[in-house]
């Protein structure tokens, strides 16, 4: 009988102040302890922003399921983790004639929001669907010859003291964060 074979999932997260994140810990909570899951903490690891390329390259070219963990700032990624795509994903490693360290590997959003579900419509307060939104990661993924997969993505962390219907309640940050848990271990075993 053949040995199964389980993929490597490297969680790149990041999140300006994780510290005071509702969202996020807990998604991470929910899947630190999964084997061949590894957290990667961007912001920790580099508080100076002065990444090292060798370093980050090498983790991915480790890792079969990359997925970009962050909260939806200004309908986009965080500065750390634009800076790091910027710095990372380089000619001739991630494209170009001889980038094709990343062909073949997936790469999934999971981005937590503030806004409300409804509100990420067209028509609505938003105007744009995540989907839409999340468009040049895909385009990145494409880029390098990646997979794309269906971002995760949670919404409702708005300030509880606004008390605003529809923020996400800690029954549903649970049931979510068991989804993405869940998500993780299927990816890992597929």
Known sequence: MAEQ????????LAHPNFAESRGNK?????????????I???YER???WQIDVQVEQEL?????LIVLQHPLQWYSVPPLLK???DDVLTYGFAY????????GKELMPVVTAGGLSEMYVAGGAVNFTMSELLRPIQ?????CGMSYKTPFVVHGFLPKELEIPGTISDEQLLQASNWYKQLLQQCVAS
């Open 26 to 38: 807990a998604l991470v909570e929910a899947v630190q302890e999964i084997p061949s899951v590894k």
């Open 46 to 48: 580099y508080p100076n």
């Open 60 to 64: 991915l070219r480790s890792h079969d």
């Open 40 to 42: 990667h903490y961007l």
């Open 5 to 12: 074979v389980m993929k490597k999932v490297l969680v790149i």
């Open 96 to 103: 170009g004639e001889a980038g094709t360290a990343l062909k």
């Open 139 to 143: 385009q990145t993924a494409n880029f």
């Open 83 to 85: 800076k790091w795509m």
